[in-house]
């Protein structure tokens, strides 16, 4: 059974940083591509970063380029999300995925419960 369980969220001020971890199970993490979304309220999810299984290419959206860094550890089958200088315009529910990168789009198959992100101005 797939299990991604994400936990770092919480309440920030701006200019501030979190990391968040999504700890995954039930498939083989080492050869899988991982990513992060978010969702704010009223508005849809949308891609944040992702990395790919083998060759450790990464890629982000364009507003949180330089800001955020997507890392994996295979060995702890995890996927973290470092968040520096954040905005309150990133408060968000942020899940990670597992899915596959045609190209340099990811595309998520699979996504977990999400942990809340939260930027006081």
């Known amino acids: 059974q797939v299990q991604l369980v994400e936990s770092g969220g919480g309440l920030v001020q701006a200019g501030g940083s979190l990391r968040l971890s999504c700890a995954a199970s039930?498939?083989?993490?080492?050869?899988?591509?991982m990513g992060w979304y978010r969702q704010a309220p009223g508005k849809e999810r949308e891609f944040v970063a992702s990395?790919?299984?083998?060759?450790?290419?990464?890629y982000y959206t364009e507003i949180v380029k330089g800001r955020f860094i997507i890392s994996r550890d295979n060995a702890k089958n995890t996927v973290y999300l470092q968040m520096n200088n954040l905005k309150p315009e990133d408060t968000a529910l942020y899940y990670c995925?597992?899915?596959?990168?045609?190209?340099?789009?990811?595309?998520?198959?699979?996504w977990g419960q999400g942990t809340q992100v939260t930027v006081s101005s």
């Open positions: 995925a597992r899915g596959q990168i045609i190209g340099s789009t990811f595309r998520g198959s699979y």
């Open positions: 039930g498939f083989t993490f080492s050869s899988t591509s």
């Open positions: 990395m790919h299984w083998s060759a450790g290419r990464t």
